[in-house]
């Protein structure tokens, strides 16, 4: 007979979530990034190709995201994965309207940990498969998610390029 309070893998990643958002909360609130660590500025390998009003960017061509704060990039760039033929991350400017650590795209039956919402159609920066194309959506590794995930807001701009 199975225990009745043996954690499921659900309840364990979503554990896993919970404690890393309070490290993200906590790192934030020192001025660091989302794993504890100061947080990373553009080391020169690719400038933002976005306005001084953007808070995040994304250039699709160079698959890279920053996150900026009056026109100075304050974290990245880091590597992204966005949408494919036939589900092409939109272009232009947008802003957060919504955020989500734990979401779940009913839609496509799959975790999107990190949830950042820009653009309508429910397209997000969140963690995911870097090496294939996505829905739309900006897809970024774990320790990048939950830094874009602590510093923006909803009213953020975010510019895609």
Not at 97 to 104: L, N, Q
Not at 154 to 161: K, L, P
Request: hydrophobic residues 40%.
């Amino acid at each position: 007979m199975a225990h009745t309070n043996d954690p499921t893998p659900r309840t364990v990643r979503r554990a896993r979530r919970r404690r890393a958002l309070a490290v993200a909360a906590a790192g934030l609130l020192l001025g660091l990034g989302a794993a504890g660590t100061a947080v990373a500025a553009d080391d020169g390998d690719g400038d933002a190709p976005c306005s001084a009003a953007a808070r995040a960017c994304v250039d699709l061509e160079s698959n890279q995201a920053w996150l900026m704060d009056d026109g100075e990039v304050t974290y990245g760039p880091v590597e992204v994965a966005h949408g494919g033929a036939g589900t092409e991350t939109p272009t232009g400017d947008f802003e957060v309207y919504d955020k989500e650590a734990d979401h779940h795209s009913a839609e496509f039956d799959a975790p999107m940990p990190w949830s950042v919402f820009f653009a309508p159609g429910g397209v997000a920066f969140h963690e995911g498969d870097r090496f294939s194309p996505s829905a739309g959506c900006v897809r970024l590794k774990d320790q990048d998610a939950t830094v874009f995930y602590g510093n923006l807001g909803v009213g953020d701009r975010v510019e895609v390029r």
